[in-house]
């Protein structure tokens, strides 16, 4: 997403102008922060859109190093030093370069602890439901209350507009790796912030207004066609305004409950979270005392972080989808859960229509008497701060407590959050239309439903879901580490990629190479490997702005292979890749052998070994990262010089030039000339968008050992040294014959003259040994008096510093 570049009205020009003189920068609200923005003003006293969290700490504790440490959170983090301001273009975040920070300490040590925990919950109270004023610099405030020098209660309150339960548990976790490091007396070991929550919306912004969600519109339009909204009756008629007052009611089910629940979904073939809603739905049904089938509409929120990238980003990243379930009284419960099933996996497959844009097909007016669409709402919290019940660090530790009420968003708001002793089942009701103890009735009812959940095949109406839904039935905790199964190339895809596959060579009788291929050309290349041997460039990159969904980086290999055996039937194969796609290359490589085809050769042009950087220290990344900084800058600053790229193109590297829009604003400004022939902001959208998308799943991707042979081109650009291995890190994992050799000219001139008689001459020599004993050769002699790779280490197998 990085250096995706938007084009702004003169009146946003304007104001990033401004922004650059006042100490702010000024990037797009999402869909859901301007819904949240204006029911914040339409109710400016309600509190219901805070999130408060408790948060227990133990260790060496004192308010300063807390202070600090928060301190250097909201430093880090733009979205916790983020107002709003209403513009002639709409909303926009407005990100302060400095927003003072202050904990509040309220001192509980010389209480009983009757008295404490009394003190405790009357503040955390007051501070969950203090709204938020809308022209605040900053929508997070912190209480410390210090039970002792090792004790205390830490309550942070948001605003929704800020933050989600994800966000939450990523802060959680480098709390307390400050704490730790602070108390060290070491900086702390925190991941770079590469994206932020204002980065983002820009994307997100570009991405609604691309056509990648048609399909998933016309989804949407199909199943809110005809959309009533489902109420629960209340005990009281609804007022004319709703003044948001709510109370929280919650069950503990038995751990063997609990474990029962997982064992029934995991028999069905879908997730406690269909178990659990649909039998809500069947509660619900049932509240109405409706002889007739009740169409159950429930509201939930998901994760939209199916990138790596957004993983690490700090804000509210989520969208609220519809779940409309058909309830008769006579209905089998069995029946529901697979029916929420299939309608859960449609829901993730149609994720990121914006639920803004929902409420408009659903034909919904804006109204101040009601929640939006949904009067009720789900939610399934599987660990609250993302990596089990307890974060610690060193001496200090962090854990969660039940969270105090802000308001009721929902007329019924039913969530079920798993804790150490079980999964807890929660209602948060409006008491101006329930008594607490209709809340408590319709959990007792939830629970008995749940209590008749039974371990069972899936049934007849999930085994007719279409196949696609069955596979991509999965949790959002899955979607956002990054495993799906939607297709990456589609048969049409498939068809057309195959028709624009460029050959050389092509009457050449020899084994052909088969090039995994983004933008680079190969006619040189072609002339030098002789007329003999075909080269197939096969373009790996759509060249048009694409969303492509999650899958992991050995699946999009599985349609690498699916197109090599349309373009090649039979082998035996030679694979090249090209930077990212290098390693995409050995993947299928892999399959393709575990499939009995011969595979003489892959062949890898300047591509690191996926988890080579990833898996060096810290402070090692860091030096890595400086050091090619060092060398991309005044490089490519020659380059520009030289005419070799545009001035636009170079600064697009800059976070901060993009951060601020510069590169927009000096083109309405005149300070910057477009590049000849288009728009240059634009014309690298496409591919930086695509390719990063393999950047993400290769990122992830690990290869398993490889013992056939392998020949590596590094280009003359990649640095040497200890951080950059001669082997690119493929030394770690290629246990046949591995053999490098340098390419003359920087990674984009690789394969233009120079570098391709290099490589040439190389593959010549290489293949001749491979293809006339049919075994793995050695031709360490025939690469090492290679006239090009005098100046290149001799071949070798596993270097000893790889």
Same mark, same amino acid.
């Given at each position: 997403?990085?250096?995706?570049?938007?084009?702004i009205?003169?009146t946003e020009?304007?104001?990033?102008v401004a922004?650059?003189?006042s100490?702010y920068a000024?990037?797009?609200?999402?869909?859901? !922060?301007?819904?949240?923005?204006?029911e914040q003003k339409a109710?400016?006293h309600?509190s219901a859109l805070?999130? @408060?969290f408790r948060l227990?700490?133990?260790?060496p504790l004192?308010?300063?190093?807390?202070e600090?440490?928060?301190a250097d959170?909201v430093?880090?983090?733009?979205?916790?030093r983020?107002?709003?301001?209403?513009?002639?273009?709409g909303?926009?975040?407005?990100?302060?370069s %400095?927003?003072?920070f202050?904990l509040?300490?309220? /001192?509980?040590s010389?209480l009983?602890?009757q008295a404490?925990?009394a003190?405790?919950?009357?503040?955390g109270g007051?501070q969950?439901r203090?709204?938020?004023d809308?022209a605040?610099r900053?929508y997070? $405030?912190?209480v410390?209350?210090?039970?002792?020098?090792t004790?205390?209660?830490l309550?942070?309150?948001?605003?929704?507009?800020?933050?989600?339960g994800?966000?939450?548990a990523i802060?959680? $976790?480098?709390?307390?790796?400050?704490?730790a490091?602070?108390?060290?007396?070491k900086?702390?070991?925190?991941?770079?912030?590469d994206l932020?929550h204002?980065?983002?919306?820009?994307?997100?912004?570009?991405? &609604?207004a691309?056509g990648? &969600? /048609?399909?998933a519109?016309?989804?949407?339009?199909?199943?809110?066609?005809?959309?009533s909204r489902?109420d629960?009756p209340?005990?009281r008629?609804?007022g004319?305004?709703?003044?948001?007052?709510?109370?929280?009611?919650?069950i503990l089910l038995p &751990?063997?409950?609990?474990?029962?629940l997982i064992a029934?979904?995991?028999?069905?073939?879908?997730t406690?979270?269909?178990?659990a809603a649909a039998?809500l739905?069947?509660a619900?049904?049932k509240?109405?005392?409706?002889?007739?089938?009740? $169409?159950?509409?429930?509201?939930?929120?998901?994760?939209v972080?199916?990138?790596?990238?957004?993983?690490?980003v700090?804000?509210p990243l989520?969208?609220t989808?519809?779940?409309r379930? %058909?309830v008769a009284p006579d209905?089998t419960l069995a029946?529901?859960?697979a !029916?929420?099933g299939?309608?859960l996996?449609d =829901?993730i497959e149609?994720?990121?229509?914006p639920?803004e844009?929902?409420?408009?097909?659903?034909?919904?007016a804006?109204?101040?008497?009601?929640?939006p669409l949904c009067?009720v709402?789900?939610a399934l919290q599987?660990?609250?701060?993302?990596m089990?019940?307890?974060v610690?660090r060193d001496?200090?530790?962090a854990?969660?407590?039940p969270?105090?009420?802000?308001?009721?968003l929902?007329d019924?708001n039913?969530?079920?959050v798993r804790?150490?002793e079980?999964w807890?089942?929660?209602?948060?009701g /409006?008491l101006d239309?329930y %008594?607490?103890a209709?809340?408590?009735a319709?959990?007792a009812?939830?629970?008995?439903? &749940?209590?008749?959940?039974?371990?069972? =095949?899936?049934?007849?109406?999930?085994?007719?879901?279409?196949?696609h839904?069955?596979? !991509?039935a999965q949790?959002?905790t899955q979607?956002?580490a990054?495993v799906g199964n939607?297709?990456?190339i589609s048969? @049409?895809?498939?068809d057309a990629?195959v028709q624009s596959?460029?050959?050389?060579?092509e009457d050449?009788?020899?084994?052909p190479?088969?090039?995994?291929?983004n933008?680079?050309v190969?006619y040189e290349?072609?002339q030098q490997v002789?007329a003999?041997?075909?080269?197939?460039?096969?373009p790996?990159?759509p060249k048009?702005?694409?969303?492509?969904?999650?899958?992991?980086?050995?699946?999009?290999a599985a349609?690498?292979v699916?197109l090599?055996?349309?373009?090649?039937?039979?082998?035996p194969?030679?694979?090249?890749?090209y930077?990212v796609l290098?390693?995409?290359?050995?993947e299928?490589?892999?399959?393709m052998?575990?499939?009995?085809d011969t595979?003489?050769?892959?062949?890898?042009?300047?591509?690191?070994?996926p988890g080579?950087?990833?898996?060096?220290p810290?402070?090692?990344?860091?030096?890595?990262?400086?050091?090619?900084?060092?060398d991309?800058?005044p490089r490519?600053?020659?380059?520009?010089r030289?005419?070799?790229i545009?001035?636009i193109?170079f600064?697009?590297?800059f $976070?901060?030039v993009r951060?601020f829009r510069?590169?927009?604003i000096?083109?309405?400004?005149g300070?910057?000339k477009q590049?000849?022939g288009?728009?240059a902001?634009d014309?690298?959208?496409?591919?930086?968008?695509?390719i990063?998308?393999?950047?993400? !799943?290769?990122?992830r991707?690990r290869p398993?050992?490889?013992?056939?042979?392998?020949?590596i081109f590094?280009s003359?650009?990649?640095?040497?040294?200890?951080l950059f291995?001669n082997?690119?890190?493929?030394g770690?994992v290629v246990?046949?014959?591995?053999v490098?050799?340098?390419?003359?000219?920087?990674?984009n001139q690789?394969?233009r003259?120079?570098g391709?008689?290099v490589m040439g001459?190389?593959?010549?020599?290489r293949?001749?040994g491979?293809?006339?004993q049919g075994?793995r050769?050695?031709?360490?002699?025939?690469? @090492?008096?290679?006239a %090009? /790779?005098?100046?290149?280490?001799?071949p070798?197998t596993?270097? @000893?510093?790889?």
């Amino acid at each position: 997403m990085n250096g995706i570049a938007l084009k702004i009205a003169p009146t946003e020009a304007a104001d990033s102008v401004a922004a650059l003189d006042s100490g702010y920068a000024l990037f797009p609200a999402t869909a859901c !922060q301007t819904r949240f923005w204006h029911e914040q003003k339409a109710a400016p006293h309600a509190s219901a859109l805070n999130i @408060a969290f408790r948060l227990q700490l133990s260790g060496p504790l004192n308010a300063a190093s807390l202070e600090q440490v928060l301190a250097d959170l909201v430093a880090r983090h733009e979205i916790l030093r983020t107002g709003f301001l209403m513009t002639g273009a709409g909303l926009r975040q407005q990100v302060w370069s %400095d927003a003072p920070f202050r904990l509040d300490v309220i /001192d509980l040590s010389g209480l009983d602890d009757q008295a404490a925990l009394a003190e405790a919950q009357r503040v955390g109270g007051e501070q969950a439901r203090a709204p938020f004023d809308l022209a605040s610099r900053s929508y997070f $405030r912190a209480v410390w209350l210090p039970r002792s020098s090792t004790q205390g209660e830490l309550q942070l309150t948001f605003h929704s507009l800020v933050m989600d339960g994800w966000s939450f548990a990523i802060l959680v $976790r480098e709390l307390v790796e400050g704490l730790a490091a602070l108390h060290a007396g070491k900086d702390a070991a925190y991941a770079d912030v590469d994206l932020h929550h204002g980065d983002y919306a820009l994307w997100k912004e570009e991405f &609604l207004a691309s056509g990648a &969600l /048609d399909r998933a519109r016309a989804h949407w339009r199909n199943e809110l066609r005809d959309f009533s909204r489902f109420d629960v009756p209340g005990d009281r008629a609804r007022g004319q305004e709703r003044r948001f007052q709510g109370a929280i009611r919650s069950i503990l089910l038995p &751990l063997e409950l609990s474990e029962h629940l997982i064992a029934a979904a995991k028999a069905q073939g879908v997730t406690l979270f269909s178990v659990a809603a649909a039998s809500l739905a069947v509660a619900l049904q049932k509240a109405t005392g409706n002889s007739n089938t009740a $169409r159950v509409a429930i509201g939930t929120q998901m994760s939209v972080r199916d990138q790596q990238e957004l993983e690490g980003v700090i804000g509210p990243l989520i969208n609220t989808v519809i779940l409309r379930l %058909d309830v008769a009284p006579d209905s089998t419960l069995a029946s529901v859960i697979a !029916q929420c099933g299939a309608k859960l996996s449609d =829901a993730i497959e149609h994720l990121h229509v914006p639920f803004e844009e929902m409420r408009e097909m659903a034909g919904e007016a804006a109204s101040t008497d009601r929640p939006p669409l949904c009067s009720v709402n789900f939610a399934l919290q599987q660990s609250f701060v993302g990596m089990g019940d307890e974060v610690r660090r060193d001496a200090f530790a962090a854990t969660t407590s039940p969270s105090f009420n802000a308001g009721a968003l929902y007329d019924l708001n039913f969530f079920m959050v798993r804790r150490p002793e079980g999964w807890r089942i929660s209602c948060e009701g /409006d008491l101006d239309l329930y %008594d607490v103890a209709t809340l408590d009735a319709h959990l007792a009812t939830w629970r008995d439903v &749940l209590q008749n959940v039974e371990i069972t =095949a899936p049934v007849a109406a999930q085994k007719a879901a279409p196949v696609h839904s069955q596979v !991509q039935a999965q949790t959002q905790t899955q979607i956002a580490a990054g495993v799906g199964n939607s297709a990456f190339i589609s048969q @049409a895809e498939m068809d057309a990629k195959v028709q624009s596959v460029v050959r050389f060579n092509e009457d050449g009788t020899q084994t052909p190479i088969i090039v995994l291929n983004n933008v680079a050309v190969f006619y040189e290349l072609a002339q030098q490997v002789g007329a003999q041997r075909a080269i197939v460039d096969m373009p790996m990159v759509p060249k048009t702005p694409q969303h492509f969904p999650p899958r992991a980086f050995e699946d999009i290999a599985a349609d690498a292979v699916r197109l090599i055996k349309r373009i090649q039937p039979e082998g035996p194969y030679i694979l090249m890749g090209y930077c990212v796609l290098g390693a995409m290359a050995l993947e299928a490589a892999h399959q393709m052998r575990r499939e009995g085809d011969t595979v003489e050769l892959v062949i890898l042009n300047d591509s690191w070994r996926p988890g080579y950087r990833e898996s060096m220290p810290w402070y090692d990344k860091i030096l890595r990262k400086i050091q090619v900084r060092s060398d991309d800058i005044p490089r490519d600053f020659r380059a520009t010089r030289r005419g070799e790229i545009s001035m636009i193109h170079f600064l697009q590297q800059f $976070r901060t030039v993009r951060w601020f829009r510069l590169i927009q604003i000096g083109l309405k400004l005149g300070l910057l000339k477009q590049d000849p022939g288009g728009n240059a902001v634009d014309e690298n959208l496409w591919y930086g968008r695509n390719i990063g998308y393999l950047r993400e !799943q290769q990122a992830r991707y690990r290869p398993a050992p490889y013992d056939g042979n392998v020949q590596i081109f590094r280009s003359a650009q990649v640095l040497k040294g200890r951080l950059f291995a001669n082997d690119m890190g493929w030394g770690d994992v290629v246990t046949g014959k591995l053999v490098v050799t340098e390419v003359p000219g920087m990674h984009n001139q690789m394969f233009r003259a120079a570098g391709s008689a290099v490589m040439g001459e190389q593959l010549r020599n290489r293949l001749a040994g491979i293809e006339t004993q049919g075994v793995r050769s050695d031709v360490s002699s025939s690469a @090492a008096n290679s006239a %090009d /790779d005098r100046d290149a280490p001799a071949p070798f197998t596993r270097p @000893a510093h790889a």
